[in-house]
Structure formats: structure tokens, C-alpha cells
């Protein structure tokens, strides 16, 4: 296997009396995406601070395209991109100005510049306004101007910390877009997010913190296989095969929630869906509709929220 591109050892973070890191580990391959979840102060801007040479740790080791996080801060630097937070955007000059200007000081040829500036304004759906100054942007503009701004020199590791908080469901899609792009073609991305639905649609892998520690680590797949569990949801024509269906299922051992003639019923195994059909059939309680459903990772995150509570 290749050298994992971010490798994290027992990496820690004190503030004072404030454990905001305990020693955690993680490793994330080449084009890989992570993301990283949990509850507000779990640790989430800490780890990414320390990766992206911002706060240095105070135990464990952290390494970045193979250069140690805080001995060669400036290698690391060179390969990183980090957007949000601190991607300066200047308001006088317009949206494309300001992509130009960057990729300017990057290096890039005026011609280049030019031509990354406009894939960009096109990714996120700026090209209205691209020719605007950006002090009159809105918000969420701005926000977009300021994504774009940190991908402009395409870098080998890239650090979202919350990316699409305010964004609006159109340039949420197109972030997404950007990032699964940019995964495929090899740049590996660490995100964090409150967004369950945007850990389940990027990443390879996820990690959840819980006050400073690794809650828990897999892909969204395993999270869901591992915490959350399916769920039958039974339809029936008449309150008759409803009652009868309830009586089959308690003899399963199954305690079905009900809703008008719906019954729901939680699943652990595959085996389960004919095991209830057949108990229902033979109750003489027949179907109207059966669908299934997997867990969410929000219900993954809510099921670890209880059991940390
Ligand atoms: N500069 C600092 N000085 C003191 N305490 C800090 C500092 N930065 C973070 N902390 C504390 O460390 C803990 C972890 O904070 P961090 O910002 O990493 O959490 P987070 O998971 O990113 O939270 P959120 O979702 O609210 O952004 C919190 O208790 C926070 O108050």
C-alpha cells in the first residue's frame, strides 16, 4: 500500500484546562475523502488547524504529504489548500479579479490564470456576477468566491471546515461537485461537517468525535451496518390484517410502531423480510405495500448521541 498522505498519531490539544484533542489516530489515503463529524467543541477545527499548520499540537505527531505538521509547517503549507475561513478575498476587485489574482501569485501564466479563474466562477455558478466587485456580493456568493479562491492552486490536500454551512441547495450540489471531482482525480480532502447527508454522499471514510476522542471510524457503510438498522414499513387495506399482523409479529418477538394502517417494524438481518412476510401471510393479514429502509447516518448520529447521553 502507498503512504497514507495524512497520518495522525496520538495527537493531542490542550487549551489550558480544555482537552480539545485526547491523542487521536487516523490515517487517509491518496484521493481519499474524510470527513469528520460531531458535536460543537468535539475537536473538529482543532484537528484541521494542527493538519494545516495553524496550531501546533501538544502531544502525538502529525504528518501531511510525509512532512511533519510542525518541522516542515512550510512544506506542508506548499501543498495544501485551506478555504473558508481565511481565504482573502479583496472587495474591490470582482469575483474573477480576485481568482486571477491568486493563481497570479501561484504562479500561473496570465493565460492560465485566466482559464482557472473561469472554471472556477462556472463550478460554483458565479459567472453572473463575475465581473462584479466583490463587496457586493451576497453572503452566499461570498462564500462561493471564497471555496473557489482555495482551490485555485489545485492543491494535494485540501481542508474544508464546514464548506457548505449557508449555502443554498444549488451551490451545495456544485460544491460537492467540485470536491468529488477533485477526489477522482487524486487530491485528497478532509472535511468536517454537521451535515450527515454531505459525510454519506463524499466521503470514503468518516470519523466522529466526541469530546476530543475518536467516537467512532468507518466508512459511512459500515457506520450504518454497524449502528443503525432497517426498517419495515408494513401497509395494510384493513384494520383487520392490521390486528392480525400485529399478533404474527409479537409472536416474532417483534413490537411494531403503528400509524393509521401502517405498521413499522425494525429489522436486523435480511432474513427477517421473508421470515415477516411469511408470518403475515400465514396470520392471514395480507400486505398492501412493504418498503424497506436503511439507516441514515443521521440516525447513526443520533443513535451515538444517546448512548454518549
Ligand atoms: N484558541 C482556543 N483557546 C481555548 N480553547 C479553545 C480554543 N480553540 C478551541 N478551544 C476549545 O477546544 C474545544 C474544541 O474546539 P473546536 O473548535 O476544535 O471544536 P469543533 O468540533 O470544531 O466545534 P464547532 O462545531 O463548534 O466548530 C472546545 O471546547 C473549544 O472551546
Not at 151 to 158: D, H, K, W
Request: hydrophobic share 45%; net charge positive; charged share 20%.
Amino acid at each position: 500500500m502507498s503512504q497514507p498522505v495524512i497520518a495522525v498519531t496520538d495527537l493531542a490539544k490542550q487549551y489550558g484546562e480544555v482537552t480539545a484533542l485526547a491523542g487521536i489516530s487516523l490515517t487517509v489515503a491518496r484521493g481519499a475523502v474524510l470527513a469528520v463529524l460531531g458535536h460543537n467543541g468535539a475537536g473538529k477545527t482543532t484537528l484541521i488547524d494542527i493538519l494545516s499548520t495553524r496550531v501546533r499540537p501538544s502531544a502525538g505527531t502529525a504528518r501531511v504529504c510525509g512532512y511533519d505538521v510542525v518541522q516542515r509547517g512550510r512544506a506542508v503549507r506548499r501543498r495544501i489548500g485551506v478555504t473558508g475561513q481565511f481565504a482573502a478575498v479583496d472587495d474591490t476587485l470582482s469575483g474573477r479579479g480576485n481568482l486571477v489574482l491568486i493563481a497570479r501569485l501561484l504562479g500561473a501564466r496570465p493565460r492560465q490564470a485566466l482559464a482557472r479563474a473561469t472554471e472556477l466562477i462556472a463550478a460554483f455558478g458565479l459567472e453572473d456576477a463575475a465581473d462584479r466587485p466583490a463587496g457586493t456580493y451576497s453572503g452566499g456568493m461570498r462564500r462561493r468566491l471564497d471555496l473557489a479562491a482555495g482551490l485555485v492552486g489545485a492543491p494535494q490536500v485540501l481542508f474544508l471546515d464546514e464548506p457548505t454551512t449557508g449555502l443554498d441547495p444549488v451551490s451545495r450540489a456544485g460544491l460537492w461537485a467540485v470536491v468529488e471531482d477533485l477526489a477522482a482525480r487524486g487530491t485528497t480532502v478532509v472535511l468536517t461537517t454537521q451535515y450527515l447527508e454531505e459525510a454519506d454522499r463524499l466521503a470514503d471514510h468518516v470519523v466522529v468525535l466526541g469530546f476530543g476522542h475518536i467516537t467512532v471510524s468507518g466508512t459511512p457503510a459500515q457506520l450504518k451496518a454497524r449502528l443503525g438498522s432497517r426498517t419495515a414499513t408494513l401497509t395494510f387495506g384493513t384494520e383487520l390484517a392490521l390486528q392480525r399482523a400485529v399478533h404474527a409479529l409479537a409472536r416474532l418477538g417483534l413490537a411494531p410502531g403503528r400509524a393509521a394502517l401502517v405498521l413499522t417494524v425494525p429489522l436486523s438481518g435480511p432474513a427477517d423480510i421473508p421470515v415477516v412476510v411469511r408470518a403475515l401471510d400465514a396470520a392471514g393479514a395480507p400486505l398492501r405495500d412493504l418498503t424497506v429502509t436503511e439507516p441514515t447516518l443521521d440516525d447513526v448520529y443520533l443513535s451515538l448521541h444517546r448512548t454518549a447521553s
